[in-house]
């Protein structure tokens, strides 16, 4: 719980102007949201307060490495990941109403929480399908012996006869 601490940013204190923080996100910090395909993370997230009286920008800029389990051959692999987002926060009646750029905060809220804008962040960047990433050569690292396996069961054809016959009905 202490962990997560520093994930929550004191505002109604804080004065106008330009705040630097800085973060280090692990394993640790995944396992606050349950079920995740991030094995291991080590990212270091330099975050950018920047403090109106109306408003709050937040500019994140985040690089580092996430493990994740390769869709092909099951073994784990390092996927690099970076990037610089940009969250608005208004200060106003509408709290909690979100247009598609800025966020609506109530003007007494004391803290800011900002678990759920790093955890979509690092778990927008891993792709829809996660393979080894090639070498210089163009070849996959993936493991060998488990490709192999893959592709001698592909190439054998176990076909039920009676669907066979169908094959040769023409229809006019």
């Given at each position: 719980m202490k962990y997560l601490k520093q994930f929550s940013i004191p505002i109604a204190g804080l004065d106008t102007g330009t705040h630097q923080y800085e973060f280090d996100i692990d394993r640790k910090f995944f396992e606050d949201f349950g079920e995740?395909?991030?094995q291991?993370?080590?990212v270091k997230v330099m975050l950018e307060l920047l403090k109106q009286e109306d408003m709050i920008l937040l500019?994140?800029?985040y690089k580092g490495t996430v493990?994740?389990?390769c869709d092909r051959c099951?073994?784990?692999f390092d996927m690099d990941i970076s990037g610089d987002e940009n969250v608005v926060l208004k200060?106003?009646?509408n709290a909690g109403r979100k247009k598609t750029e800025e966020e609506f905060i109530p003007f007494d809220q004391q803290e800011l929480d900002i678990r759920q804008y790093l955890y979509d962040f690092i778990s927008l960047n891993i792709p829809f399908r996660k393979v080894h990433p090639d070498d210089e050569n163009g070849n996959s690292l993936c493991d060998r012996e488990t490709i192999e396996m893959i592709n001698k069961l592909s190439n054998t054809k176990n076909t039920d006869p009676r669907w066979d016959q169908l094959k040769?009905?023409?229809?006019n």
């Open positions: 995740t395909e991030i291991k993370c080590a500019q994140f800029n493990e994740l389990i099951l073994d784990p200060f106003g009646k040769d009905i023409q229809i």
